[in-house]
């Protein structure tokens, strides 16, 4: 059946997928035999060996009429559409597999849109639950934040090094790595830039973001009154 519009009134409460199975020969006991790819990494689970992420596909019907619907409902019906909610819609009906960082000035409704409605959408429309987080959280519960596969974290770049029991950690690259890894689906929001954020967190890790995440930029003056 037809899935129903989303109610922004009611909190309710995108998918994994393996690729074509390749085969190669292989010789085992002098006899040739071919190796079934999808079958041997189902049965290799158990034992921690994943060599194929596990992405997320995200794919929100009509996504810009339901973007445009959350963004009045909560912030009134003269909401303003911005250039860069086009980019967010594009993501929203198909990811590729890939998260989303938002980034550039503040008060455009970079955490209106991933902290409250993409929650929502995602809910609603794909079945996903959403991990929201704030920096700070990140940093201070970090191996919890890392156990979970969608994953929202606003404000990155403001927290401090993590350090629990004498230990030093940085929370945001562990993060990035964990994802590229395991199919995580990050969603972000900053107000700094692309550099600023590779200043703080490295060139390997921005280069992680850069394969994992679209990229979205807030640009213009600000909308909050």
């Known amino acids: 059946g037809q899935l129903g519009s989303l ?57 810009k009429n339901v973007l445009l619907a959350g963004i009045k409902y909560f912030t009134g019906e003269n909401a303003k559409w911005l250039p860069e909610y086009s980019e967010m819609v594009e993501w929203m009906t198909n990811n590729n597999g890939r998260g989303l960082l938002c980034f550039g000035n503040c008060g455009r409704g970079k955490t209106l849109i991933c902290g409250k409605i993409l929650p929502l959408l995602l809910n609603h ?58 199919g995580k689906l990050l969603i972000l929001t900053t107000n700094l830039t692309i550099e600023e954020l590779r200043e703080k967190y490295g060139e390997r890790t921005i280069d992680r973001l850069r394969a994992i995440t679209k990229t979205v930029l807030f640009s213009g003056v600000s909308l909050r009154k």
């Open 7 to 63: 109610n922004f009134a009611n909190l309710v409460t995108c998918g994994h997928s393996f690729k074509i199975i390749h085969r190669i020969n292989t010789r085992k006991g002098g006899k040739m035999e071919q190796i079934n790819f999808k079958q041997t990494i189902e049965r290799l689970k158990d034992s921690g060996f994943s060599p194929v992420p596990d992405t997320v596909n995200i794919s929100i019907p009509d996504a």
């Open 125 to 182: 429309y794909c079945g996903k639950v959403v991990n929201c987080y704030d920096a700070q959280q990140m940093n201070a519960d970090l191996d919890t934040v890392k156990q979970k596969h969608i994953i929202y974290i606003d404000d990155i770049g403001t927290e401090c090094l993590s350090v629990k029991y004498g230990e030093k950690r940085l929370a945001f690259a562990e993060l990035t790595d964990e994802a590229e890894k395991k």
